[in-house]
């Protein structure tokens, strides 16, 4: 497909396979049914599918645990399934990513089988081993996720293993040359069979201080706000120098077999660390997921100056990147209320850099409530109240039995109020929240200056949010949002003096000249074109599908 730049001009669409789309009935969505509703995603306009993994797995934790690198689950299909899936989504014009889960491997894994047989064994030592501290405990204090010791004793071989999730999940050993190589094999594996890229999960937990020197109490720790492992700081086992030089020879694997493959990254550490991930002359991961909005409080001058920060810190050549749903976060809907998860949608494709859109995002669902009796998310079941099932519901294509996912009983349930908002009762909604992400996309697709354009802070007071997106041919388009439930009016800074509404999240304001100033609703977010452009929102849409 051989565009080095495409990942910068698109839109990714994050896909939990086992809640997309079931074609056999028995629950749990696969390959076949992702491939059945590419169609879905052409017509919406994005530009590639990230899948969360379908490696074979004893799926302790859905898939994050890996047996195999190189395979398919049943569950969701086979390599050919996904062989097919690739071809076809490349036929469309869409890429694919595939999640990559290097910090650990399941404990059914053959490497792990091996390490775990004996203290000889040829493979011990691609897994974290140790001997018990002084006091005949864990040899230092890190804490796994969920806030307890990161060291599992293993009474067969007399010492403890190192995991930062769950028992099951052992931590490989990235100091060892030969899980080094091992890993990066299987990228090529995929790069191989015509894989666009990877999401890497957990990167910054990769390797531990060698020294095995004890972490410092967190200060700020807040119990019962905070998830338990932020007690203490988390300085000699998450992000190590070594992890970020690993990372650039992860670029450099990938860089083996073209320009137009790319590197998303979940990190969820400091802006300032974020940064290092970019790597020395472009050398690093493309995309280090920026998860800021995920987590920040929605106020207009907050946001506002977070994005100055973050622009403002890229290195020379880095591109940003904007993250506002996935599989481990609520859903916007249920974090802002449904009005301003339309204009978080505003937000997140007319901000510069490359958005990823959560599945079900285009839709408005919100989080479904599960109780703790029918809860299946592991973390549900070690830290009450802080489980994932609410946010990884089925996907809803239209209102019959099991809401268009599946024939049989969903895996989850797909929630009365998340039927309603089905994609085929939206399809032809003028009003609907798909409506709105599809004319979202086919604008940002048609309007260089929302894409690659240079973005300008306009001056706002109270809950509005504004900005221009520049070209250096003179396009200036205004993003206005009103992040409160008041009406505002913005005035509208010189460069921006007379336009016309492009796109509002509320109905009736499509074609408005604008002058001066800009009148909000509560709620709104609008897009001004410059005078005299032309309706960019109502071309056709030239996209196969």
Sequence with gaps: MGDADWWRRGVI?????????????????????????????????????????????PMD????????YTGVDPVFGTLDDLDRLVAEAHRRGLRVLLDWVPNHTSDQHPWFRASSSSRDDPRRDWYVW????????????????????????????????????????????????????????????????????????????????????DNPPNPSYRPGEDFPYMRELSVWNVDRPETRELAARMRKVVDEFGDDRVLLAELGVPLEQTMAYYGGDGGGIQVPFNFELLTAAWDARGIAGYVDRYLAALPAGAWPNWVLGNHDSPRVASRLGPAQARVAAVLLLTLPGTPILYQGEELGLGDVPIPPSAAIDPIAQLVPGRGRDPERTPMPWDAGPGGGFTTGRPWLPVGEENLSLNAAAQRDDPASMLTLHRRLLQLRRQTPALVTGAYQPVEADGDVLAYLRTTPGGDRWLVALNLGPSPARLALPGPAAAGRVELSTQPGRDGEPVAGSLDLRGDEAVVVSPTGHADAAQEPDTRPG
């Design 61 to 68: 934790d859905f898939g994050y645990d890996v047996s195999d």
């Design 13 to 57: 669409y994050q896909i939990y396979p086992r809640s997309f789309m079931d074609s056999d009935g028995d629950g749990v969505g696969d390959l076949p049914g992702i491939l059945a509703r590419l169609d879905h995603l052409t017509w919406l306009g994005v530009d590639a599918i990230w899948l969360s993994p379908v490696h074979p797995s």
């Design 130 to 213: 140790r001997d018990p501290g002084p006091d005949g405990g864990p040899p230092s204090n890190w804490l796994r996720y969920v806030g307890d010791s990161a060291w599992r004793w293993h009474e067969p071989t007399g010492q403890f293993y190192y995991r930062v999730f769950l028992d099951s999940q052992p931590d490989l050993n990235w100091r060892n040359p030969e899980v080094q190589e091992a890993m990066f094999d299987t990228l090529r594996f995929w790069l191989a069979r015509g894989i666009d890229g990877f999401r890497i999960d957990a990167l910054v937990v990769l390797v531990e201080d060698d020294r095995l020197r």
